[in-house]
């Protein structure tokens, strides 16, 4: 990796690093930009580049928009000079953060998470720099450590640091179980920063604790000077414009979706939450927001072409402004023209199928208790007939038909053989 970048001076970076950061409240704050600025002359003195990181565990298969606001982040400290690491947690994941959870994650086995990790650092490649990028896998140095091992990390704790987060404390109060096993989450991401002898640690919000307690103490007990903590500011809400985006809850937009899936979902976004994807994802300045907000109440702005405009400018980012293009075309073709998409996939009918097993089979559903909840909310249609009936069938003697989930989401269901090649 190269030494930092000598056309920004140690203060022009310091601001350019911080803007964003919120680590805890406002003296914390100043006090990790100070901590920064002294690690930044430290590391010129020596020569070298700042040690950087963020942890991205695998629990699905899927990074999404929400990830990419760290990443951006890292890709500031590339273009600075500085030496980025994008951490997969490999092992962490076997747990699961528990740091936003009311309850217990299931826990993964290995083969999940390896099969969830296969696809990271092509999804990362999306934001960084390729040729800048370390990648590594946090269980090259927590498999290792044996009982004795984690009984002198752990000896670092107390019990009451930990019960004092806010979820825990709601759990605690609740009588919501907390397994023993939640606790060493933390420590295990603590130790990701002694392992990386880290200058800066960049998370969000929900990785306070982990960073800027778990992590700076662990290294200052093993004599490491403690990490930065780079915390961002805000979250990205999900696409139901509240709750932050996450793969647990189902309201994300995926960094590997099909253009057109991408599109749909950030359609689905509520108006209210359209400035926070233009500032977190497409990076615009306190002016262009303002006017944003100018244009929409005086009326000169209508939200859905703001909106269309959004979803255009995502998908050219993280696919193609061709992919952008034509999802434009379909939605207009689509919302706009009143139809079906011409060009939709085509499936075969296997004998009689219920409409909850067909939505699971062509995977336009994650869960069969998704597959319920959106016939509950009239979400699904065949042949433009709102299905609510669970137990409701497909058979020959309605083909061909469209099924339908959702708005953007359709599929046309031919009879059996219909695809098969003539002999």
């Known amino acids: 990796m190269t030494t930092a970048n000598a056309t920004f001076t140690i203060d022009e970076q310091v601001d350019v690093l911080m803007s964003g950061a919120e680590s805890g409240d406002a003296e914390t704050t100043e006090t990790m930009r100070a901590e920064l600025r ?6 010129q003195r020596e020569g070298r580049p700042l040690r950087v990181y963020c ?10 928009l929400g990830h990419t606001i760290t990443m951006r982040k890292l890709r500031q400290f590339q273009e600075l000079g500085h030496d980025v690491t994008f951490l997969v947690g490999s092992f962490t994941s076997l747990i699961g953060d528990p740091s936003d959870k009311e309850e217990a994650r299931e826990q993964l086995t290995r083969e999940q998470v390896q099969e969830n990790a296969r696809t990271y650092a092509e999804q990362a490649f999306k934001i960084l720099d390729p040729q800048l990028t370390r990648v590594r ?8 450590l044996d009982f004795a091992d984690i009984i002198r990390l ?4 107390t019990v009451q640091q930990f019960l004092v987060r806010e979820n825990f404390r709601k759990r605690l109060d609740a009588g919501i179980p907390i397994f023993l096993h939640e606790l060493f989450y933390g420590l295990m991401q603590g130790y990701d920063a002694v392992a990386q002898e880290a200058d800066v640690q960049v998370g969000g919000q929900d990785q306070l604790f982990n960073i800027l307690v778990a992590g700076r103490k662990l290294q200052q007990a093993l004599g490491q000077k403690p990490q930065i903590a780079l915390i961002m500011g805000e979250l990205l809400p999900g696409t139901d414009g509240e709750a932050k985006m996450s793969k647990s809850m189902g309201n994300h937009i995926p960094l590997l979706a099909e253009p057109w899936d991408m599109f749909g979902k950030v359609m689905s976004v509520p108006d209210l939450a359209m400035p926070a994807y233009h500032k977190l994802i497409l990076g615009w300045s306190r002016a262009q927001l303002d006017a944003l907000a100018d244009g929409l109440q005086d009326g000169s702005l209508h939200p859905n072409e703001v909106k269309l405009q959004l979803a255009q400018e995502i998908v050219g980012i993280f696919c193609s402004p061709a992919d952008a293009e034509a999802a434009r075309a379909r939605w ?48 699904v249609r065949l042949n433009d007939v709102q299905v609510r009936d669970v137990q409701a069938l497909v058979t020959a003697d309605m083909l061909p038909a469209v099924l339908q989930v959702g708005k953007r989401r359709f599929v046309r269901l031919v009879a059996d053989g219909t695809l098969s090649p003539a002999e």
């Open 38 to 43: 002294q690690r930044l002359l430290e590391a």
């Open 55 to 64: 942890g991205y565990d695998p629990r699905t298969s899927d990074l999404h």
């Open 137 to 144: 896998y946090n269980d090259e140095w927590l498999s290792p």
């Open 154 to 157: 752990a000896s670092n704790f």
């Open 332 to 379: 207009d073709d689509v919302f706009r023209g009143g139809g079906v998409p011409q060009e939709i996939d085509v499936v075969e009918l296997q004998g009689e199928e219920r409409v909850l097993d067909l939505l699971r089979r062509l995977n336009m559903v994650n869960s069969g208790g998704e597959a319920r909840r959106l016939m509950k909310q009239n979400g």
